[in-house]
């Protein structure tokens, strides 16, 4: 079974880091593009960053242009977000998802297609 596990969320200070993780399991890393979601409450989910191992293609939304870092080590199915600079409105719950990478016909666009595979979420708080 196709399983995602992200974790890394927690408190921090306006203009702290974080890194995220999401642990893939159950399918080859090379074959999906692996997104990074979040949601704040009130708010709807809005594509973070994607990437895709298998050709190295990478997408950082506006919202995290020049923060906001993707990135993956296969040899431990993991794919990390790596975010800096961090501001209150970058709260949210994030979430990893997970597409066979042919279904977005090998293009990663801008992270907007609604992923089929899920984690569960980690919560990111940025105090001001």
């Known amino acids: 079974d196709v399983q995602l596990q992200a974790s890394g969320g927690g408190l921090v200070r306006t203009g702290g880091s974080l890194r995220l993780s999401c642990a893939a399991s159950g399918f080859t890393l090379d074959d999906y593009a692996i997104g990074w979601f979040r949601q704040a409450p009130g708010k709807e989910r809005e594509g973070v960053s994607c990437?895709?191992?298998?050709?190295?293609?990478?997408y950082i939304a506006d919202s995290g242009k020049g923060r906001f870092t993707i990135s993956s080590d296969n040899a431990k199915s993991t794919v990390y977000l790596r975010m800096n600079s961090l501001k209150p409105e970058d709260t949210a719950v994030y979430y990893c998802?997970?597409?066979?990478?042919?279904?977005?016909?090998?293009?990663?666009?801008?992270?907007?297609?609604?992923?089929?595979?899920w984690g569960q979420g980690t919560l990111v708080t940025v105090s001001s």
């Open positions: 990437i895709s191992t298998s050709d190295g293609m990478t």
């Open positions: 998802a997970a597409i066979p990478y042919y279904r977005l016909g090998y293009s990663l666009g801008s992270c907007g297609t609604t992923y089929d595979y």
